[in-house]
């Protein structure tokens, strides 16, 4: 079974700052990664497909990118609104998550 | 609106049974694979199982075979969990998911709802 492993578990930033969180597969899954983002007291809700493609209504500022093993999400300047937990997927595995709060 | 509305979660013993729905609204649930994902208390999120569009292939986790069953009713625009022998580490809440047409992705998801198994 594949295992994705998130890093960092967490990342202390501040509004406007840039935010990297990274995705490791245990072998290649060539671009079928997807992340979500996870608010307190709220679903899931899907922000990327495919490792690099953005789902409906997701602003701008959130990209992915990466294949086979390595993968990236990047918030290009954190709003107030994202700081929340953010899981990779592919398949039935998740990430264990990468929590993204306030500095 | 495209929404997923779950219920049917609460308190139940050790060794009881429940039954979870899952009422979609805004588009045809018979287009989709659908899912169900769990999320134990301050944990991460766990897949549980999910089911063909028609209903003829259905998948589980280890942990839930022989004892969770999924089922949908197409015409009535509905999913199903029916967890039986249920445990302590059954203790989640419970999302019904769509699944991206083509992929496995999870593009809708439900609100949950909370199961407690405890004596």
């Known amino acids: 079974d594949i295992v994705l492993t998130q890093s960092p578990a967490t990342l202390s930033l501040s509004p406007g700052e840039r935010a990297t969180l990274s995705c490791r597969a245990s072998?290649?899954?060539?671009?079928?990664l997807a992340w979500y983002q996870q608010k307190p007291g709220q679903a899931p809700r899907l922000l990327i497909y495919?490792?690099?493609n953005r789902a409906t209504g997701i602003p701008a500022r959130f990209s992915g990118s990466g294949s086979g093993t390595d993968f990236t999400l990047t918030i290009s300047s954190l709003e107030p609104e994202d700081f929340a937990v953010y899981y990779c997927?592919?398949?039935?595995?998740f990430g264990q998550g990468t929590r993204l709060e306030i500095k | 609106e495209v929404q997923l509305v779950e219920s049917g979660g609460g308190l139940v013993q050790p060794g009881g049974s429940l039954r979870l729905s899952c009422a979609a609204s805004?588009?045809?649930?018979?287009?989709?694979?659908m899912s169900w994902v769990r999320q134990a208390p301050g944990k991460g999120l766990d897949w549980v199982a999910n089911?063909?569009?028609?209903?003829?292939?259905?998948y589980y986790v280890g942990s839930v075979k022989g004892r969770f069953t999924i089922s949908r009713d197409n015409a009535r625009n509905s999913l199903y969990l029916q967890m039986n022998s249920l445990r302590a580490e059954d203790t989640a809440i419970y999302y019904c998911?769509?699944?991206?047409?083509?992929?496995?992705?999870?593009?809708?998801w439900g609100q949950g709802t909370m199961v407690i198994v405890s004596s």
């Open positions: 805004g588009f045809t649930l018979s287009t989709n694979w």
């Open positions: 072998q290649s899954i060539a671009s079928y």
């Open positions: 089911i063909k569009q028609d209903g003829s292939d259905k």
């Open positions: 495919d490792a690099s």
């Open positions: 997927q592919q398949r039935k595995t």
């Open positions: 998911a769509r699944e991206r047409l083509g992929s496995d992705t999870f593009d809708l």
